[in-house]
T-cell receptor, first 113, second 113 residues
């Protein structure tokens, strides 16, 4: 079983839709959770960063972490064509020698005008 | 504030050759991590450096090596290139604490022919 599972999609939605992106993980040591957005031929851009369980909102983006279910989500409200990209979840553990991120494989999102 | 700079952006090398990639982190960041991104495997962790010391290493063969200089700039070297080394190589910069936010460069696209 992979440490982080993410549905690769592709996911296609109309402009203005609410988008839900999800990842599950198996390593209970993960405590830091991130979402990155990656446009074609570009590096990943950090969108959201959360520690432990709970919700975090930033503009049209909301990140949710449910550690009891080992499940994280990213919601995009009022989606725009400019949101079309690959979304990557990433997570890391605390302490020890865990100075690395473990990524999901990414979900390709297309928002149609 | 300047972001993470990776050079060169594109490289074409012949099987058996070696290659050196460079990464300049965000000013003040002392940690540099390297990742390999391929369509099949996604983003995979190569290694992480902090204050010129390798703190963490992924599951890659010894042909992949790196180093960090006193100004936090980092280089990654791949020797005896194989066709399977063709990938986007990404560098991430952070302050260096476990679980800290990591910011990526645009990557170096390496093609091995």
């Amino acid at each position: 079983q992979k440490e982080v599972e993410q549905d690769p999609g592709p996911l296609s939605v109309p402009e203005g839709a609410i988008v839900s992106l999800n990842c599950t993980y198996s390593n209970s040591a993960f405590q830091y959770f991130m979402w990155y957005r990656q446009y074609s031929r570009k590096g990943p851009e950090l969108l959201m960063y959360t520690y432990s369980s709970g919700n975090k909102e930033d503009g049209r983006f909301t990140a949710q972490v449910d550690k009891s279910s080992k499940y994280i989500s990213l919601f995009i409200r009022d989606s725009q064509p400019s949101d079309s990209a690959t979304y990557l979840c990433a997570m890391s553990a605390r302490g020890g020698s865990n100075y690395k991120l473990t990524f999901g494989k990414g979900t390709l999102l297309t928002v149609n005008p | 504030k300047a972001g993470v700079t990776q050079t060169p952006r594109y490289l074409i090398k012949t099987r058996g050759q070696q290659v050196t990639l460079s990464c300049s982190p965000i000013s003040g960041h002392r940690s540099v991590s390297w990742y390999q991104q391929t369509p099949g495997q996604g983003l995979q962790f190569l290694f992480e450096y902090f204050s010129e010391t390798q703190r963490n290493k992924g599951n890659f063969p010894g042909r992949f090596s790196g180093r960090q200089f006193s100004n936090s700039r980092s280089e990654m070297n791949v020797s005896t290139l194989e066709l399977g080394d063709s990938a986007l190589y990404l560098c991430a910069s952070s302050l260096g604490q476990a679980g800290g936010e990591a910011f990526f460069g645009q990557g170096t696209r390496l093609t091995v022919v």
